[in-house]
């Protein structure tokens, strides 16, 4: 039930203002009262960045132990209000409580990660050639480089994780490190965690004297919402996670602008699992119900969940496929995030029996908001053949592609698209075989395993969420980690510049 001590107001917070629209949308909670929540408008669109662009000038010049500060306060204000964004969150997802305490515990530890990193400043990657004035046969000037803020970002929130992903999550977090300000575009599965959330934000602002236009959230809207703040001619780059449509028309918007600006979308990933011969004979019915509780984690609402395990046909095979199908059998029915993806899961696993090269090991049925694991095979062959059967299924639905050998394995793995993470499941006598897939499994995927599951994505310095296209729309960035600092800096050089002109990080 939702604590009494916050009712949403259902506004939008426009550079320090609560500011409310002409319309409405109703949201649509999984349990509890439904909330009345203002409907974002390009025009408030258009009053958040200009504000945005005005708080740059204070913001982007700001000094890192200024905007660790913020960052620190922000994650502050976030566990000020732990119970009712548990409360609210719960209701509006139907996520457990556990869940929502570990992301909010996850949050607030990438909002100080970002401070810790900010202040040691290894993220400018300061650089000075000294004046040569005696080379022949030229002198060389004296040069300095270090990374600089960008501009105002423009920032999406994810419908699977209401608080990591969305209003404060990494890429706000990022962002706000890089010292450009951010614009929220909430999302409409949980509008009362985003105001929440905006709220620890504002007072933030407040307590630490950060110009208002440093952070705004506009709730939910139709397209014409998001439309307005990838092409904004004050936004200059954008972070989105989501569907691959919805993120791929964003995308096209982007580049078609008169500036295009870099976007920043992850768009999901099937994440193959192959299971080498030596590990599935020594304990495949072990990795079988393993990959099952990863594959149900969250009703399947990740984006790493591994959607395919490749294995070689066979007894071992049948082992690990039948300690799967047990395992998924004893899961429990859970309550997916809104009945739009519930929906998609059920259009995703008709896909799956309309397919006659595709046998149903495990086949439920449900209706509603409730998700039920589906498990399915077929070889390589077909799979091959029909590249739906390569397209993400959001929720619990795994897939088994069956092999004859190394060779057609490899063949598979040169067929998937880009991922976020490949895994590989083997034993030391799997050696030679990993090796023949590591360098095609490079080019696939930002992250590869062994000997584990994808889901659960550390936040750390060396974390990779990203990977080739579809998994995102650039293969050289991650929005997981402090190295997702640098989607939002550019190189700038400096030369011959007088110290007194330099900026404080670089004098």
Not at 50 to 57: N, S
Not at 99 to 118: K, N
Not at 173 to 181: E, S, T
């Amino acid at each position: 039930m939702l604590d009494e001590t916050f009712t949403p107001h259902g506004k939008h917070l426009i550079a320090g203002d609560w500011v409310a629209g002409d319309q409405t949308f109703t949201s649509q909670p999984a349990h509890g009262p439904a909330h009345a929540y203002s409907v974002g408008t390009p025009e408030l669109v258009d009053r958040a960045a200009e504000a945005a662009e005005e708080a740059f000038w204070t913001y982007g010049y700001a000094s890192r132990e200024a905007r660790a500060a913020f960052l620190e306060a922000i994650a502050d204000e976030i566990e000020a209000r732990g119970p009712q964004i548990t409360a609210i969150g719960t209701s509006e997802t139907g996520l457990p409580e556990a869940r929502l305490e570990g992301e909010r515990g996850r949050t607030v530890g990438q909002l100080r990660l970002f401070a810790s990193h900010i202040r040691a400043g290894d993220y400018l990657d300061r650089r000075h050639d000294e004046a040569l004035l005696d080379r022949q046969p030229a002198p060389r000037p004296d040069l300095r480089m270090m990374q600089r803020p960008i501009g105002p970002v423009a920032v999406f929130g994810a419908s699977n994780f209401p608080l990591a992903f969305s209003t404060a999550g990494g890429d706000t977090a990022a962002a706000l490190a890089a010292g450009c300000p951010v614009i929220v575009k909430g999302h409409g599965a949980h509008p009362g965690t985003g105001e929440i959330v905006a709220e620890a934000i504002k007072a933030a602002v407040e307590a630490t004297g950060m110009p208002k236009g440093v952070f705004s959230l506009v709730q939910g809207g139709k397209r014409d919402v998001g439309q307005a703040l990838v092409q904004h001619p004050l936004i200059k780059a954008v972070g989105f996670t989501g569907s691959l449509t919805g993120g791929r028309a964003l995308f096209d918007l982007a580049m078609s602008r008169p500036e295009p600006i870099p976007f920043y979308g992850e768009l999901g990933s099937v994440n193959p699992m192959f299971l080498l011969p030596a590990a599935v004979k020594a304990r495949g019915a072990e990795i079988g119900t393993g990959w099952a509780g990863s594959l149900t984690m969250g009703a399947g609402q990740f984006c790493t969940n591994p959607g395919i395990a490749v294995v070689e046909k066979g007894d071992a095979g049948d082992a690990f496929v039948a300690a799967a199908k047990a395992a998924l059998e004893a899961s429990a029915e859970q309550t997916m995030l809104t009945d739009g993806i519930a929906q998609a899961y059920r259009d995703g696993k008709a896909r799956f029996d309309a397919r006659n090269a595709v046998t149903p090991i495990l086949k439920t049925e449900c209706d509603g908001r409730a998700a039920t694991p589906n498990l399915y095979e077929t070889d390589a062959e077909a799979y091959l053949q029909d590249h739906s059967l390569g397209e993400e299924v959001f929720g619990p639905l795994g897939l088994v592609l069956r092999v004859s050998g190394p060779d057609e394995m490899e063949t598979l793995a040169r067929g998937f698209e880009g991922q976020l993470t490949a895994t590989l499941h083997m034993d030391d006598g799997d050696a030679e075989t990993a090796k023949r897939l590591l360098p095609v499994l490079e080019r696939k995927a930002g992250r590869l395993l062994v000997n584990g599951f994808p889901t659960g994505v550390e936040v750390a310095d060396s974390m990779v969420h990203g990977g080739p296209y579809p998994a995102s729309t650039n293969f050289g960035a991650t929005s997981v980690g402090t190295l997702s600092i640098r989607r939002f800096l550019r190189p700038v050089c400096y030369q011959n510049m007088p110290e007194s002109l330099l900026p404080e990080d670089l004098a």
